[in-house]
Nanobody, 128 residues
Framework: QLQLVESGGGLVQTGGSLRLACVASGSNFNYYALGWFRQASGKEREGVSCITRSDDRTEYEDSVKGRFTISRDNAKKTVYLQMNSLKPDDTAVYYC?????????????????????WGQGTQVTVSS
């Protein structure tokens, strides 16, 4: 059982930066792989990034590679998404999600359907 709360969204201009945080409540945070998703108005939800349970591998959607960085702090039960060089196309509600991982899957990112805990989202708006 895990509860997730996102924060850090806001309004920025093109080229600006934001750092999103997702704080978890519950036990065994370090057993979860974590992901960030976003959903723009009128569009489907898409995966942005993930970080494995073991913290040895990360993945990024092509459009954010080189601009976004995912990280986790297990002591704080928090996953972050550092977003730099923001573009208007990054405007969306950003959600964090968690998926419990076994030792066998600790080094892999979950499939979307494997994420079983979701936050409520935080709005990111990038103006030109």
């Amino acid at each position: 059982q895990l509860q997730l709360v996102e924060s850090g969204g806001g309004l920025v201009q093109t080229g600006g930066s934001l750092r999103l945080a997702c704080v978890a409540s519950g036990s065994n945070f370090n057993y979860y792989a974590l992901g960030w998703f976003r959903q723009a108005s009128g569009k489907e939800r898409e995966g942005v990034s993930c970080i494995t349970r073991s913290d040895d591998r990360t993945e990024y959607e092509d459009s954010v590679k080189g601009r976004f960085t995912i990280s986790r702090d297990n002591a704080k039960k928090t996953v972050y998404l550092q977003m730099n060089s923001l573009k208007p196309d990054d405007t969306a509600v950003y959600y964090c999600a968690a998926a419990i991982r076994s030792l066998a899957t600790r080094d892999s990112c979950p499939r979307t359907v494997e994420y079983n805990y979701w936050g409520q989202g935080t709005q990111v708006t990038v103006s030109s």
